[in-house]
């Protein structure tokens, strides 16, 4: 067996709209087509892929369990910050030693942590 990437993450929630709000209006991402489970959620995709899946369900005790965040590619790292700002949700926004990568840290509205990586080219927010 080889790995060739990652699929998916599954997020759970007990906000279903707030969160799919959160992934499709602050990140960008687009919602499509989802199997008739026989529960709420919702299939978000990037680039034509199913990547995020979110699960309406009762949240564990601790809803980061062993996971500690989403990460993701992004572009237009001004714009996203503008976004956040504009709805009042707050961030880290730091360069990574070495790659010079931009940054984002933040948390969806059931904690999950986020981190959103720029290429290191962009002019600085």
Request: glycine share 10%.
């Amino acid at each position: 067996m080889a790995i060739k990437g990652m699929n998916h993450f599954n997020v759970l929630t007990d906000q279903l709209a707030a969160t799919r709000a959160f992934y499709v209006g602050v990140l960008g991402l687009t919602e499509g087509p989802r199997p008739p489970f026989d529960f709420d959620g919702a299939w978000l995709y990037a680039g034509g892929r199913p990547i995020l899946h979110i699960s309406e369900a009762k949240l564990p005790a601790d809803p980061a369990g062993v996971l500690d965040h989403l990460a993701f590619s992004a572009t237009d790292v001004r714009g996203t910050v503008a976004r956040l700002e504009a709805d009042g949700i707050k961030y880290t926004l730091r360069k990574q030693i070495g790659s010079g990568t931009w940054q984002i840290f933040c948390h969806d509205p059931c904690g999950a942590k986020v981190e959103l990586d720029f290429p290191p080219d962009e002019p600085a927010p």
